[in-house]
């Protein structure tokens, strides 16, 4: 597996071994063992996602202020464009974000450390996206910042209006939101 920086350092693409012949591909999608060894991380997933959206539909910006969640997201169908944005309020890289193509073509993953905002954009006709995390879903300490807040100006590579859920409509601005 090899591993790319982004422009925040912590947030990680992690480029898979992918084995492949004219019968189709295999690659390991997650070891323990190799995650931890390449990536210098110790961390113990408890959860599984699985999400399939239509074109347009933007999901986020969610994160959990309590029980904070550290996610390894990938999008097995089609293609995402997937950010994270650092709520840590200590952090150098507050209120920053990175924006990365995930998809079934390119097999990458990114790797979203507790204390940032994780949202995506679904740029294909369909695309199903698969994360774990390292907390369980507690849907009492759910937030959501609005997607398109223009303190953050994520650069979300739209070519409709997005399809939104009810409570990413309603998602505070970056600086009204409870942040670490």
Request: charged share 25%; hydrophobic share 40%; net charge negative.
């Amino acid at each position: 597996m090899k591993v790319v920086e982004t422009d925040i350092p912590e947030v990680l693409i992690l480029e898979p071994k992918v084995f492949g012949d004219d019968r189709g591909f295999f690659y390991e999608s997650y070891n323990e063992r190799v995650f931890r060894e390449a990536t210098g991380l110790d961390v113990h997933f408890v959860q599984d996602n699985h999400s399939r959206s239509a074109k347009g539909v933007l999901r986020g910006l969610h994160y959990q202020i309590a029980q904070s969640q550290g996610k390894l997201v990938r999008c097995i169908l089609g293609e995402i464009f997937d950010v994270a944005v650092d709520l840590r309020r200590n952090s150098a890289n507050f209120g920053r974000w990175v924006g990365v193509c995930l998809s079934s073509e390119n097999k990458h993953q990114i790797w979203i450390p507790p204390g940032f905002a994780h949202g995506f954009l679904v740029v294909s006709e369909v695309a199903e996206v698969l994360y774990k995390t390292t907390d369980y879903y507690a849907p009492q300490h759910e937030r959501s910042i609005v997607w398109d807040d223009p303190d953050l100006s994520i650069g979300w590579p739209l070519t409709m209006a997005p399809l939104l859920a009810e409570k990413d409509r309603l998602g505070r601005r970056f600086a009204e939101a409870e942040v670490y």
